[in-house]
DNA sequence: CATCCTCTCTTGGTATCCCAAAATGCACTT
DNA sequence: AAGTGCATTTTGGGATACCAAGAGAGGATG
């Protein structure tokens, strides 16, 4: 693979995971040093992170896109007319062997499972019931929209119940497109993302302040 | 600006115009005497331009994306959810000021306006449209699928009623948001979006056999 | 001691250079 | 005449060189 993709894979997962801080100043020299190449690729993997909005042009350098609060109740305003539709075509387009793989992944995320693999499936549920709706432009929207909500998502303050709660909602989703209840599926698709949109919203507007002090460009919501 | 960004602009241009043909090799040497410019910003550019899925690799070489006839139905079936809950919520959330700058816009496109008139207003009206939602997300999806349509929209073999028909239809949309009556309005935009799907498909796959002739690459749609 | 100016150093933008790989074309074979 | 293999050319990927602009330190001046 091209340095420059391994560059920006790399440097796109240190961002997700919130190794490198939302609001942080990226020089192309340490970049240069850091991942051992020259600044060709490296400008190269960046252009391409702008235009996927997870790092962005402050004057002349280059930040880490900062953490938009604003923008959480955007988003779950753009997922639910999105996730809805994908839900109703998954009804008529899913078959058995499509749902059995993700209904194994949601078990393969018992109780004790690592914080990271909770946050990787709560991600991927979304993402593959968009995929069975058979359309690419859903998908890709979705995949944009739960990149755009994975950091804040690990900021968020998980409570035992409000993740049982989540997990309960993946499942009624999947059980209504299971028994080709597209109206149901849809219904719950929605409730559960207001669910989401509010206990994030609730998380992470208390814990703001903390937020800050960590360093964190965390804007919006005042 | 930038060089980058100008030679970005000019590049992309040519390729909505169909100065550039789909499928088109480009090859970042002819680009930079085309361009007066170094191999830097050009392949800048192009990495932005890949991102916006205007151009895209072929094994080592840069083409100009094709056009996929493949798509078009998805990305009816992508815009119907958006832009039903765009208008709705336009009905909610614009001002009569707003309401009556798109009505301008669409008076200002007469009868005898040049044919670029006419595409650009008919891509703007629906982008504008959801800008009233007041939600990002939604603006910059529509702003995408219409640029990704915008190609197969200059092929489309117009005749004065369809093209009465499509005008009409905006109209319609436009005074129900007036109105204040979001059903109404959401149905028509479902219906308007669907139209505009049958008849783009109804002309291009006709005349898919002349556009291969001028050397374009147009793909799917068996 | 505060302020302003200047000089330096760092940064990103651009041009150019080098290299390996892929394509092209040509000659030679059959 | 068609096919094959080698030499040459061209291409994109990456590294480096150079530049102008801006930030920051340090010193001179009030």
Redesign the pocket.
Known sequence: M???LQIHDQLREMILSLDLGPGER?????LESRFE?????I??ALVRLEGEELVR?D????IVAPIDLGELAALAEFREPLETTAVRLACQRASEADLAAIEAMLDACQSGAPREEWHRVGTDFHVEIARLSGNPFIVKAIEGAMTRLSRARWLEVWTEPSREQAWAEHRRILGFIRKNEPDAAAREASEHIRDTRDRLLRSLTDDRRSLRARGFAVIGMR
Request: zero cysteines; proline letters at 5%.
């Open positions: 091209s340095q420059m990226l020089t192309e020299r340490w190449g020259s600044r060709t690729p400008r190269a042009r004057g002349r350098n280059w």
